[in-house]
T-cell receptor
């Protein structure tokens, strides 16, 4: 019964470095989402995975951002050549992906706070 | 594109009193879902309540209820008998029935005064 977990909790990096953020969804959840929350802002959709379908990457802000989901479970969000404007909290969420009913509820992880110096 | 607007950056309420948080949205879809999420300082987003657009009855979860006005595209959250633990950021969110992503408002910071 563990919830969504994310690692690391906090990440400080230097401008220009690459970073990888990890998300472990709830076991059995087929849908996985990444969001970005800048300071004092709402959540900005980044990318969505559903089962074995091609991911919806429509929210990725630039080609420096990419994400993978291996084996339909764990996902990593990679940011290449980080910039200061990438500083934010990156939240992951998962859902059962079922149409209608409780399947639409997204369960969120605690997020990774990324600081780019 | 769907947008969600929360016009109250900050709200405060006295413990045990009632407070209403506002949310409006813009959409051309007829089927969708609306949500209120709570985000305490721990950053953990917690679902408070949700509403299916095809349901006319307002959703209720214990001390939390919504006033869903589909024609006006309004979805306000009422918190009754406010408790200190209710202090948090509250986000209103919209999801189209066939959409993958969820659109969030900018949030309302709720302070509960003892």
């Amino acid at each position: 019964g563990a919830g969504v977990s994310q690692s690391p909790s906090n990440k400080v990096t230097e401008k220009g470095k690459d970073v990888e953020l990890r998300c472990d969804p709830i076991s059995g959840h087929t849908a996985l989402y990444w969001y970005r929350q800048s300071l004092g802002q709402g959540l900005e959709f980044l990318i969505y995975f559903q089962g074995n379908s091609a991911p919806d990457k429509s929210g990725l802000p630039s080609d420096r951002f990419s994400a993978e989901r291996t084996g339909g479970s764990v996902s990593t969000l990679t940011i290449q050549r980080t910039q200061q404007e990438d500083s934010a909290v990156y939240l992951c969420a998962s859902s059962s992906g079922l149409a209608g009913g409780r399947g639409n509820e997204q369960f969120f992880g605690p997020g990774t706070r990324l600081t780019v110096l | 594109a769907q947008t969600v607007t929360q016009s109250q950056p900050e709200m405060s309420v006295q413990e045990a009193e009632t407070v209403t948080l506002s949310c409006t949205y813009d959409t051309s879809e007829s089927d969708y879902y609306l949500f209120w999420y709570k985000q305490p300082p721990s950053r953990q987003m917690i679902l408070v309540i949700r509403q299916e657009a095809y349901k006319q009855q307002n959703a209720t979860e214990n001390r939390f209820s919504v006033n869903f006005q589909k024609a006006a595209k309004s979805f306000s959250l009422k918190i009754s008998d406010s408790q200190l633990g209710d202090a948090a950021m509250y986000f209103c969110a919209y999801r189209g029935y066939n959409n993958n992503d969820m659109r969030f408002g900018a949030g309302t910071r709720l302070t509960v005064k003892p």
